[in-house]
């Protein structure tokens, strides 16, 4: 059994910090039209997700870490839906070849 000294030796931390760079990325190539619409509103979702997430793990109380685990989840929904919207504004092309 892993031992889970921090918030960072979670598995789904470290993956919803890697998504989060991505989403810098792929902001970055979006109309400079959006550096104050969809792009911040995807980094601040997205960045909100590993951060709820440490938050959580760093309360004391399992009910605190619970609630913490939903409002990611929550952000997790919105940064979804922000792509969806970027996908059908044609922002970026995603296909393969």
């Given at each position: 059994?892993i ?12 993956k919803s910090m890697d ?7 792929l902001t ?7 550096i104050?619409g969809?792009?911040?509103?995807i980094?601040r979702?997205?960045v909100?997700i ?20 939903s409002m ?19 922002y970026?092309?995603l296909?393969s070849?």
């Open positions: 059994m031992e889970l000294k921090s918030y960072r030796d979670l598995t789904v931390w470290q998504l989060v760079v991505i989403c810098y990325q970055s190539l979006f109309p400079k039209t959006e104050y969809l792009s911040s509103q980094q979702a997205a909100s590993p951060a709820n997430i440490a938050e959580g793990k760093g309360r004391n109380h399992l009910g605190d870490y619970i609630r913490h685990l990611a989840n929550g952000s997790l929904k919105e940064l979804e839906t922000h792509l969806m919207i970027v996908g059908r504004l044609g970026l092309n296909s070849g």
